[in-house]
């Protein structure tokens, strides 16, 4: 067994398969991605990596199943999903997720090829335990793979806590003990037991608040616009294969960009956190709900008729549109008065958080500071919106 001093939870201890798995490269690597990514040009303190997360998700996950009462072979796979929950994650995390599900057709949490081969596969099959099924809990799959991956999962549980911890806002501090100690199972779903409506509306709140101050910050987004777009680019146009690319680190992959002319100077930005500038930073009344659905491709066509209006080239311009308003925590759900109800049935807080979420809501396009004024009033003609709205908001 080790003892691992963790920042959040203190002493963390690990034994069995997981203190067999920590070795793995495919393990190791997760050293060498932020947890963060981008929002660590927003608040310096925030350069923990998907390493300690993993150790953390592995540490709640191993207090739930002791409540739950859950032991053997079943334990050991969840606990060996929870450490592994995201070794399929591609460099800057989330930030380049949507090229990997474009390029390779899956998403982070498929991660079967990753943990049947190599020293991953190896170490689950000594320790007796199907690479598959522990694929399946990290997918979510199951009833137990609802710890992982799910709207009451120690992911979220770890991640809030975590990403509060070291950006230093107070917003995501959940009382992960209490929710651990009110999880059960009625009739194969994950619930909170009876009295803790107020337990999943913190949950709610803690992560409506981390969107509004951290997650969703317009740094963040712009500087992950601007590394997605030069990825692609990046991918497009040498003999950089998507495999190789979603095994990188945050590291090797902002080195590959300085090396390549057409994406040198994006990676200098990033780098030197010389963003783009928000031209456009609308709220959700003033954008069509045809471009709110908008798909990669058609937000890439957007770019074009900017740049081209604009007379600017097209990769001055980013256009950043974050989809349809979601909270799946919405969904969790609780034991009341001996019924089992989804927590928006319950709690009108739920209403209230989505409709925040949705006063939140921006639609941004952003340029070089030189373009600004170019670029918003071609993205207001080119896309017929009510209004480019106030950036300095």
Request: hydrophobic share 40%.
């Amino acid at each position: 067994m080790r003892a691992i001093k963790d920042s959040v939870h203190d002493y963390i201890e690990v034994a069995g398969v997981a203190e067999a798995l920590l070795d793995a490269p495919a393990v190791q690597r997760l050293r060498h991605i932020k947890q963060l990514s981008t929002i660590r040009l927003v608040y310096p303190s925030a350069n923990h990596t998907r390493f300690e997360h993993s150790l953390g998700v592995y540490h709640l996950a191993d207090r739930a199943l002791d409540y739950l009462d859950v032991t053997g072979a079943r334990a050991d796979t969840v606990r060996a999903a929870a450490l592994l929950h995201d070794v399929g994650h591609g460099p800057y995390g989330h930030q380049t997720e949507g090229i990997i599900q474009r390029r390779l057709g899956r998403h982070h949490d498929e991660v079967g090829e990753l943990l049947t081969e190599g020293v991953v596969g190896e170490t689950l099959r000594d320790h007796g335990l199907d690479p598959d099924r522990v694929a399946a809990v990290v997918a979510g799959e199951g009833r137990l793979g609802q710890l992982v991956a799910g709207e009451l999962d120690v992911d979220r549980m770890d991640y809030l806590v975590r990403d509060a911890h070291h950006t230093g806002v107070p917003y995501g501090t959940i009382d992960h003990g209490r929710l651990l100690r009110a999880l059960t199972f009625r009739d194969g779903d994950l619930v909170l037991a009876e009295g803790n409506v107020a337990t999943a509306e913190s949950v709610l709140v803690g992560r409506a608040l981390m969107n509004a101050t951290v997650y969703r910050h317009h740094v963040s987004r712009i500087a992950g616009s601007m590394l997605e777009r030069a990825s692609e680019r990046l991918l497009d146009e040498t003999d950089l294969d998507p495999a190789t690319f979603a095994r990188t680190t945050d590291a090797e992959l902002l080195g590959a960009l300085r090396e390549y002319d057409a994406t040198a100077d994006a990676a200098r930005r990033i780098h030197d956190r010389d963003l783009y500038k928000r031209a456009v930073w609308t709220e959700r009344g003033d954008v069509p709900d045809d471009l709110v659905a908008a798909d990669y491709h058609d937000v890439r066509e957007f770019e074009r008729d900017i740049a081209e209006s604009a007379g600017v080239t097209e990769q001055c311009v980013v256009v950043d549109n974050p989809g349809s308003p979601s909270m799946p925590e919405s969904s969790v759900r609780v034991a009341v008065g001996g019924d089992v109800r989804p927590l928006h049935e319950q709690s009108p807080l739920v209403r209230g958080m989505q409709e925040s979420q949705r006063v939140q809501w921006r639609f941004g396009v952003y340029a070089p500071d030189e373009h600004v004024p170019a670029v918003a009033a071609a993205a207001e003609r080119v896309l017929g919106l009510g209004g480019v709205g106030d950036p300095t908001e």
